[in-house]
């Protein structure tokens, strides 16, 4: 089986890189070598790596259990998978409230690396199934 290692189009998620010439190699890296900011990186990184917190046999997103948690066990009762969704269900929108309006291609990448990076979080933190 083969393997598509190809990392996305950057031009086509980051509009602004197109005004970069083709001579400069990977205009992305430019771009953050220009514009990227310790802190930045640092806040992002928390997105990307975040921090889970197990209760009740429950693994929620963040560093602490939710205020809600107790109210959402009484509801679902012990269907932990449906804590764990409504507890950990987050929407890109929320994170970025301030944002130009994402087109569909940039939503889907986004989704997806997290998707991984948080899946790999988990293997991390929680390698016993």
């Given at each position: 089986?083969?393997?598509?290692?190809?990392?996305?189009?950057y031009?086509?998620?980051?509009?602004?890189l197109?005004s970069?010439?083709?001579d400069?190699?990977?205009?992305?890296?430019?771009?953050?070598?220009?514009?990227?900011?310790?802190?930045h990186?640092?806040?992002?990184?928390?997105?990307?790596w975040?921090?889970?917190?197990?209760i009740?046999?429950?693994?929620?997103?963040?560093?602490?259990?939710p205020?809600?948690?107790?109210?959402?066990?009484?509801?679902l009762?012990?269907?932990?998978?449906?804590i764990?969704?409504v507890?950990?269900?987050?929407?890109?929108?929320h994170?970025?409230m301030?944002?130009?309006?994402?087109?569909?291609?940039?939503l889907?990448?986004?989704?997806?690396?997290?998707?991984?990076t948080?899946?790999?979080?988990?293997?991390?933190?929680?390698?016993?199934?």
């Amino acid at each position: 089986m083969t393997r598509d290692t190809r990392g996305p189009n950057y031009s086509d998620l980051i509009p602004e890189l197109r005004s970069y010439p083709d001579d400069i190699g990977a205009p992305v890296v430019v771009w953050l070598t220009n514009f990227g900011r310790y802190d930045h990186a640092a806040a992002y990184a928390s997105l990307f790596w975040p921090s889970f917190t197990e209760i009740d046999g429950c693994v929620l997103l963040g560093d602490r259990v939710p205020e809600t948690y107790a109210e959402w066990k009484a509801q679902l009762g012990d269907d932990l998978s449906a804590i764990e969704s409504v507890l950990n269900h987050r929407h890109l929108s929320h994170l970025f409230m301030r944002a130009p309006e994402p087109h569909d291609a940039l939503l889907d990448h986004l989704g997806n690396v997290l998707r991984d990076t948080w899946a790999a979080k988990l293997r991390q933190d929680f390698p016993d199934p």
